[in-house]
């Protein structure tokens, strides 16, 4: 075939695809393996490697996914980003460099092909989950759940589509070993973190709480009783963090296994749609 | 001279031609003033290659890049200094309107500034007040993919003209006083993935500048331009062809691929009429297997002859580099100790001083965090450890990929002989991708992220002493920062940080004296400049330019 002939093939084809909302690429497993090293440079510094989430970015090996419902809708989350989240637009995150619709459709096939199939039966009472959530376990002291519950953690609406159960687990069973990312600011590198603080003004009053935010003159901090103070640094008497979390360990004397397996039932069954 | 009297007396000298006679003849003050409004006017409006060289000795104007031929980014201004910094305001703001990062260094001449911004913006300003005098933006074809941003450092100047290098890679000169386009060359084919987003270099009557594209296999190159046409001068290939020197040092057809951009700014010495032009990464920019050797000249210095582009000597950094350690950065050129040396804090985390007539060595020192290199070859460089390489697993190395330091420019302040640079300590995840190499695709031939286990990243600001390499102060930011740092007579050092602030340090002790949160993070480099015997600090931050002063 001419060149342009093929060309002409190829576009025609890629349009076809995209009205169908299908992966020109699917099921490819060469195009999955160029797709997995386009993934590593693009996507795994916060969907982590092999896509079971990072830092910042969902587990993408779960066959449900919050944002899209089929390969058409993913390669428009990768092309133009997700507004209101740290998910950028394709070459926009100032590192590295965009991908082409073909890369794209690539990293499409190899996220495709790193699904787990069959999701795990869940484990654990929804209804019970919730009822400890807001009753004995004291969740919802800290954390809020679409609009109920406390201020001082993370608002957990969302986990459910973001997070591995293993990763939900860890957190409650060990909350210090990885703090959440708080405050994403549009141009910071590093999004803040729940860092525990507790500064001592210059009259001697004590304020305990999470950092909401924080530069070199400047610290916002939120305490336990949903308090925000502004405080200027060279102002106070003492500054201390600490990457212990606010948050208690709930342990297996605290919180039963499966009493655990309930609440994460709850948790994981959130921001699903 | 002032702005408001160089346009009052452009009104008046247009208008003035014709009237001349009668408005001489009826008030011979008037005509005096107006005489000599018009002789400093047209005095001042030319910008010669002898006012570049001897840039320096008039701080009031910020001609370049560095500010100097010496790269040295420090200004003899002393009015702001440690006993006033404490009072400094803002004294204007300009909203470029655009979105991405602004990476640019104004110029300041006789009281205009001509600055850059994303997508290939220029606009001139009055300097006094920030109000814009022309804006400039050249339509980008849209299968553009510049790496790391569509960013630009900023401008040249010459006579009535300012240069640029495009995201599309052409090469053009706008008329200084209206932004008209004067000439336009393609340098290269912007489909093969090169750019320009450096600042130029005016030597004599070339404008010099290096290409970018390090993450698509380009062949690297410097090209010299006539400013009065466009004409192409010279180019020097970064990577060596065959049966040139240094071809040998590629495997197979690697150097057709091999990278070396040159996207940085670099200096000159007017006595050997020498350009000091520092090189980047070979590509792919995380592999090293298919291009063995030492990939001359990636990460070197290159000491080019500035009327032919010949080279004289050659440095490389970091030899077959394989963590994307560019040494793109501004190499300064200072005399310590009666002895005439380079001084470059390099990305692969040491600080290089080299004697500047023979390129030789003088000493190599870590100034951060760093674990690919724990021994010395018999001219003092640092020599690579084996299992520093990225793995297929990946494994951890620092500095991490964004390096110990990057493109942002450091200081070398006279008075204390300190050199000042913004660090990082940051290491990755170095981990090997194979990628083919296709044309106008990234070919990174790796993947890298921050490290878990080297958390916190750490951000600096670090003074070194370059007779001893030894990091004698330093100021930890909050966060990583990408801003540039300025030096000035008044004891101060000024530099921004990634949650918006811009700080003036006492260059003495790096203690904050001021700082102003501008509500942007910066990405760009202080100048110190003056209009009406008034000294000005600014700097470009979030998506605007600042302009600050005494009360």
């Known amino acids: 075939m001419t060149r342009p002939g093929a060309l002409c093939l190829v576009i025609v084809l890629a349009i076809a695809a995209r009205l169908e909302g299908q992966n020109p690429l699917a099921g490819d497993a060469k195009a999955a393996k160029a797709g997995e090293y386009e993934f590593r440079i693009n996507c795994a510094l916060c969907h982590g490697l092999g896509a079971r989430g990072g830092g910042r970015g969902p587990d993408l090996t779960r066959a449900q996914k919050k944002h899209t419902h089929n390969d058409a809708e993913m390669f428009q989350v990768i092309s133009s980003g997700i507004p209101g989240t740290a998910m950028p637009a394709n070459g926009t995150n100032g590192q590295g460099v965009g991908m082409t619709d073909e890369e794209i459709w690539q990293i499409i096939t190899y996220i495709r092909s790193q699904e787990v199939k069959t999701p795990v039966a869940p484990q654990g009472s929804v209804a019970k989950g919730k009822e400890l959530f807001y009753g004995d376990a004291n969740c919802s002291l800290c954390h809020m759940v679409e609009g109920r519950g406390g201020r001082f953690g993370p608002d957990l609406s969302g986990v459910g589509g973001s997070r591995t159960r293993e990763a939900i687990i860890e957190s409650v069973r060990n909350p210090s070993r990885r703090l959440a990312w708080g405050l994403t600011e549009a141009t910071k590198e590093f999004p803040q973190e729940y860092e525990s603080v507790t500064a001592v003004t210059s009259d001697g009053r004590t304020i305990k709480g999470v950092t909401l935010n924080e530069d070199s003159f400047t610290v916002q901090i939120m305490d336990s009783n949903e308090q925000i103070h502004s405080l200027q640094k060279d102002t106070l008497r003492s500054l201390t963090k600490s990457r212990e979390s606010a948050m208690p360990k709930y342990d297996a004397d605290v919180l039963s296994d499966k009493d655990l397996g309930d609440v994460v039932a709850f948790l994981t069954s959130l921001g699903v749609k | ?551």
């Open chain 2, 1 to 551: 001279m002032s702005v408001a009297r160089a346009s009052w007396v452009k009104t008046f000298c247009r208008k003035g031609r014709k009237e001349i006679p009668q408005r001489a003849l009826r008030t011979a003050r008037y005509g005096l003033i107006f005489l000599v409004a018009c002789f400093s006017h047209s005095l001042y409006a030319q910008v010669t290659s002898e006012r570049l060289v001897n840039s320096a000795k008039t701080p009031q104007n910020w001609m370049m890049y560095s500010g100097d031929y010496s790269g040295q980014r420090s200004s003899r201004l002393d009015q702001i200094n440690v006993t006033n910094a404490h009072s400094m305001v803002a004294k204007w703001v300009y909203q470029t309107g655009s979105t991405g990062k602004l990476e640019t260094t104004p110029l300041v001449v006789d009281g205009i500034m001509y600055a850059t911004g994303p997508d290939n913006r220029a606009f001139a300003l009055d300097a006094r007040t920030g109000r814009p005098i022309w804006m400039y933006q050249r339509q980008i074809p849209g299968d553009i993919r510049p790496c790391c941003g569509r960013v630009n450092r900023g401008l040249a100047i010459l006579g009535d003209k300012v240069f640029m290098g495009t995201l599309d890679a052409h090469v053009i000169a706008l008329d200084a006083k209206t932004g008209n386009v004067i000439w336009d060359v393609a340098a290269a084919d912007y489909r093969t993935g090169h750019s320009f987003t450096v600042a130029p270099l005016v030597v004599k009557n070339l404008v010099v500048l290096g290409v970018s594209g390090g993450e698509y296999g380009i062949r690297g190159f410097i090209d010299a331009y006539e400013a009065d046409t466009g004409a192409r001068k010279w180019r020097f290939y970064t990577v060596p062809g065959p049966g040139e020197p240094g071809h040998d040092s590629w495997g197979g057809d690697s150097w057709k691929v091999g990278g070396a951009p040159a996207w940085n700014t670099g200096t000159y010495d007017p006595p050997s009429n020498q350009l000091f032009w520092p090189t980047g990464n070979p590509s792919p920019s995380n592999r090293g297997e298919g291009r063995e050797g030492d990939n001359l000249y990636s990460n070197s210095l290159l000491a080019l002859d500035a009327d032919s582009g010949k080279l004289n000597w050659y440095f490389q950094f970091t030899k077959h580099d394989e963590h994307d350690w560019d040494a793109t950065q501004v190499p300064i050129l200072a005399d310590v100790g009666g002895k005439h040396l380079i001084a470059q804090a390099n990305r692969n985390g040491f600080f290089y001083v080299i004697d500047r007539s023979s390129g030789k060595l003088v000493s190599a020192t870590s100034y951060g965090k760093q674990t690919w290199s724990d021994t010395k070859d018999s001219e003092g460089r640092p020599v690579a450890k084996k299992e520093a390489s990225p793995t297929l697993e990946g494994h951890t190395v620092c500095p991490g990929a964004l390096g110990t330091t990057n493109y942002m420019p450091p200081t070398y302040d006279a008075q204390t002989g300190l050199f000042y640079v913004t660090a990082r300590d940051q290491c990755d995840i170095f981990s090997t991708a194979p990628q083919p190499y296709e044309a106008g695709h990234a070919f990174y031939g790796s993947a890298y992220f921050p490290s878990e286990e080297a958390r916190p990243y750490l951000g600096f600001l670090k003074a070194i002493d370059p007779a001893t390499g030894e990091v004698k102060n330093k100021f930890q930011h909050t966060s990583p920062t990408w801003s540039g740092v300025l030096s000035t007579a008044g004891g101060l050092v000024f530099s921004g940080d990634a949650e918006g602030n811009f700080i003036a340090f006492d260059a003495a002790t790096l203690k904050p004296l001021w700082h102003f949160q501008m509500g942007g993070a910066v990405y760009a480099a202080p100048i110190a400049f003056a209009v009406d015997g008034k000294e000005y600090v600014a700097i470009a931050a979030g998506s605007a330019v600042y302009a600050f002063g005494l009360p």
